[in-house]
């Protein structure tokens, strides 16, 4: 096999799966959308930033070579029957899902003293880092156990092992992202 050869079988290494991906309309998920399409996947963007989410969709239909797919949904990780919206879109739309990236999160003020910390703030935090990718594994769960297939990846932080670095809530909530996805990779 020459070389020519495994890089193109490298570049499509992602074909005919399905990848949902929240947080997907800028920054790390845009970034994994494109790359996800080039390597051949059918995407599907889920974010509250419609029109930047189906800018991304049109640019990468526009870029792509060939008819993988890419479409967007409006999801507010925090709302459990938006994120049952998006894998069951993902299903409806491409008839599987392969891969579901748990990408959305936000940053709050770095507020390092407790004492300034606003429990509406952390709570905030916590509902968009941690509960989101806890609802976006439940759902993609959901429909990949009786698939028998499937992957969830979920973004944490250097700040999901270590302290000091980043706010309470985010650090908090990073943490949990590791500790969820620990506890889940040894049901699933």
Known sequence: MGSASIVSA???????KVALITGGASGFGECTARLFSRHGAKVLI?????????????????????????SYVHCDVTKEKEIENAVNTAVSQYGK?????????????????ILDNDQAEFERVLSVNLVGVFLGTKHAARVMKPAGRGSIISTASVC?????????????SKHG??????????EL
């Open 46 to 70: 889920a974010d509250i930033k419609d029109d930047l989410g189906e800018s991304v969709c049109k640019d990468i239909g526009s870029s792509s070579s060939s008819a993988n797919g890419c």
């Open 160 to 172: 999901g092992v270590n302290g000091g670095v980043a706010s309470h809530a985010y650090t908090s």
């Open 97 to 113: 899902l392969d891969i579901m990236f748990n990408n959305a999160g936000i940053v709050d003020e770095a507020k390092h003293n």
């Open 10 to 16: 490298a570049a499509r290494r992602l074909l005919g």
């Open 177 to 186: 992202v590791v500790g969820l996805m620990k506890n889940a990779a040894v």
